[in-house]
């Protein structure tokens, strides 16, 4: 996670001290003929076609349809399930059109719809007009391997859909915004752009693309040379603040300070759950290119290694994604750390290595945590070499205690590790 706060953008000081926290194409389809996706509901849900049957019946009816439509790849039945409203018809096949291509274009395996009910409450947005109503639907999918996503069911999500009914017939007419993460393709048309092990997802905004891409691509290849391994990564762009909270399941205040987000797609905790970076325009693309690359190859880092769902102290998971980010970088060490070493300069090196709590958004000085996690393995690598450092970090990620990776690494304890850093630290303020 990044984050910056209102400075100048130059190198790492503006990805610091702007504090925000941080952290295609389309191919010929085939349609189906021999039954629609109506016909192969249950008669249970199928009734539901007429306006004498409750608005949950009607509901449940159009959202197992829309399912049955993507099974089939049926593209014309898919905009037919999503509303015969004459009204909010063009609405509808609008949200239809755009999402069964987005689909499409990930290369999603399977997806599942399941209506939950229609409710307003805990829906962060309100219905858009008096006729409308918020159908909560779980959603569930499986991206496959030429997507860039790691191939894995995702866990099961509610996302609220607009629904404008007449009394006789519905009609989805958005995606409203809810508590949970929003799955990309239902966030809006996506452009996509492919380079190395990047795939550079734009939502309903492809000019940033390009540069994405290159940031992305450059991530990559610094991320591959020090864990030694082929990369794969997926980097989203939304087109604004708002679409960026759709995505990660916040508040848009709760992103207002955060540059960059490396999240699993569901917001969950499992191990295999697909990964994004999920970059925030407005404090992303104020970085500058010097900036925007220290972000985009810290969050990589993140991504590739496995940090989303591993559970270690945050020194260690920000501190070595910052090892990455800065070894290629031309920041220099009093713009990178400038804030920690004054710190320290005027009070001494601290009494102990960075806490969780340090690390929370709206924690004092948080720039200086960051910076503070950094020189901690600066110091291992240039004292120990790169192999133990990422065999230490590696140990972590995967389960070990800190103290026993410390010793096979780097024959350390705790207290050896700490008292190294002040040491170090005392002898950067002193150059």
């Known amino acids: 996670m990044w984050h910056t706060g209102p400075a100048t953008v130059a190198g790492r000081a503006s990805v610091f001290a702007l504090v925000v926290l941080l952290a295609v194409g389309s191919g010929a389809l085939w349609w189906p003929s021999e039954t629609s996706p109506q016909d192969r509901l249950p008669a249970s849900v199928s009734a539901g076609a007429t306006g004498d049957v409750s608005q949950d019946t009607r509901a449940a009816a159009l959202v197992a349809a829309l399912e049955v439509a993507w099974d089939d790849r049926a593209r014309q039945a898919f905009v037919a399930a999503a509303g015969s409203s004459t009204h909010h018809r063009m609405q509808s096949r609008d949200w239809a059109a755009t999402v069964f291509r987005n689909l499409r274009v990930l290369h999603v395996r399977d997806m599942s719809l399941r209506y939950v009910g229609h409710s307003t409450s805990g829906v962060r947005s309100s219905p858009a007009a008096a006729d409308a109503f918020l159908a909560e639907v779980a959603v569930t999918w499986t991206p496959s391997r030429r997507s860039g996503f790691a191939p894995h069911p995702t866990s099961e999500v509610t996302v609220p859909l607009t629904v404008a009914d007449n009394g006789q017939s519905l009609a989805v007419t958005g995606t409203a915004t809810g508590a949970a993460a929003l799955p990309v393709w239902l966030a809006g048309p996506l452009h996509l752009r492919r380079v190395g092990g990047a795939l550079c997802v734009g939502v309903g905004d492809r000019n940033h693309l390009a540069l994405v ?70 404090a992303f693309d104020a970085l500058g290119q010097r900036g925007a690359q220290v972000v985009m190859t810290h969050e990589v880092a993140h991504a590739v290694t496995g940090a989303t769902t591993a559970r270690m102290p945050l020194w260690v998971a920000e ?3 910052d090892l990455v980010a800065l070894r290629g970088s031309d920041v220099p060490l009093q713009v990178a750390a400038g804030h920690f070493l ?90």
Do not use: C, K
Request: charged share 20%; hydrophobic share 45%.
């Open 213 to 282: 891409s290159r940031l992305a691509r450059r991530a990559v290849d610094d991320v591959a040379a020090v864990v030694r391994t082929s990369p794969r990564v997926v980097v989203v762009h939304p087109q604004d603040a708002r679409t960026a909270a759709q995505v990660l399941g916040s508040d848009r205040t709760d992103v207002a300070r955060i540059a960059a987000v490396t999240t699993t797609v569901d917001g969950s905790d499992g191990e295999g759950s697909p990964v994004q970076v999920v970059l925030n325009p407005p």
């Open 342 to 431: 004054a710190r320290v300069l005027h009070r001494g090196p601290p009494r102990a290595l960075p806490h969780a709590a340090d690390f929370a958004s709206s924690a004092h000085g948080l720039g200086r945590t960051y910076e503070a996690a950094w020189l901690v393995f600066r110091m291992l690598t240039e004292r120990y070499g790169d192999p133990a450092t990422v065999g230490f970090y590696e140990q972590v990620r995967d389960g070990m205690p800190v103290p026993r990776a410390l010793h096979q690494q780097f024959g350390l304890d705790p207290a050896a590790l700490l008292a190294s850093w002040r040491h170090y630290l005392d002898r950067l303020v002193d150059l």
């Open 319 to 321: 501190g070595f994604a």
